[in-house]
């Protein structure tokens, strides 16, 4: 039996993981102005920023049903099961519109990743991993749901301008934020964001201090691989926090990748984050 994973383009994974792992992927809608892009397709994290700091409307869209049973349909032309991983139903309506395609057609099963960026991008990872091991698709998609819980998904920002731009966060607290010169960082849990750490500084004080507190508890973490997942960032930044993470020494496999528009839209240049599973807590 042949087993496709697939997932939005909000779990940020490389084309080269797409390509290693067969990952199909679905779009979401970039629109500036009026004008409607896709992303990853016809459109760049530059180009939003350029907009929107240029004053421009720039808003993200989901990926409607009459696109998913097209896709879905499309997969299944050749592959006996879909398992589709959607980005938290707390951003975006795509798992609600995933859900209804999938309701009429057989052997597609939709995952709620309760998570963004390559928080998705692991359980997607995972899912293929399974599918590679001959698992079907209705367990494949259970045991992510239970997985869900597991994804530690972190980052910090710049500025907390364009989450305010997106409704994320309220003017009070983005003028706080730059006239304190703090650089936020933000917790997914339970499917939505929620404020953490507050850094300041420069990149190489601030990161050094993000990395050690997120990798501070890490009795639970699942040492296979992490994500350094971040936006087009000032030179230095990413090659910074990469050495500072390999200088741990904990992960097998250190994964660096660009987060797509969707993500940029609402981050902002200058966002770096860390994302790795933890191991399932233990049988008493």
């Known amino acids: 039996m042949k087993i496709k994973i697939s997932a939005d383009s909000t779990c940020d994974l490389s084309p080269e993981l797409i390509r290693k792992y067969g990952i199909g992927i679905t779009p979401l809608s970039v629109i500036i102005d009026g004008q409607v892009y896709h992303d990853g397709i016809d459109v760049t994290p530059r180009d ?21 049973r097209e896709f879905f349909r499309e997969q299944l032309k050749t592959n006996d099961q879909l398992v589709h991983i959607c980005i938290s139903s707390e951003f975006s309506t795509c798992y609600a519109d995933a859900c209804e395609a999938a309701r009429e057609l057989e052997h597609v099963y ?6 963004l960026s390559t928080g998705s991008g692991l ?3 995972e899912g293929a991993e399974m599918a590679a091991k001959g698992m079907e698709g209705a367990e494949i998609a259970e045991t992510l749901r239970r997985r869900t819980g597991l994804v530690d998904a972190s980052f910090v920002v710049r500025t907390v301008e364009y989450l305010r731009r997106g409704g994320r966060c309220s003017g009070l607290e983005a003028m706080g934020a730059k006239l304190l010169h703090i650089r936020p960082s933000i917790k997914v849990t339970d499917g939505r964001m929620h404020p953490g750490e507050k850094y300041r500084g420069r990149y190489e004080h601030y990161l050094k201090h993000y990395i050690r507190d997120t990798l501070a508890q890490d009795a639970d973490i699942d040492f296979r691989r992490v994500f350094i997942t971040h936006s087009p960032s000032e030179e230095g930044l990413v090659s ?8 741990y020494g904990l992960f097998r496999e250190v994964l660096e990748t660009m987060a797509g528009c969707t993500v940029c839209t609402h981050c902002g240049p200058d966002t770096l984050g860390l994302l790795f599973m933890r191991r399932e807590p233990r049988p008493l």
């Open 110 to 115: 939709i995952v709620d990743s309760r998570n």
């Open 123 to 125: 359980l997607v990872l």
């Open 240 to 247: 910074f926090a990469i050495e500072t993470v390999k200088s």
């Open 48 to 68: 939003i920023f350029r907009a929107s700091d240029a004053g421009k409307s720039v808003r993200t869209a989901a990926v409607n049903t009459y696109e998913y």
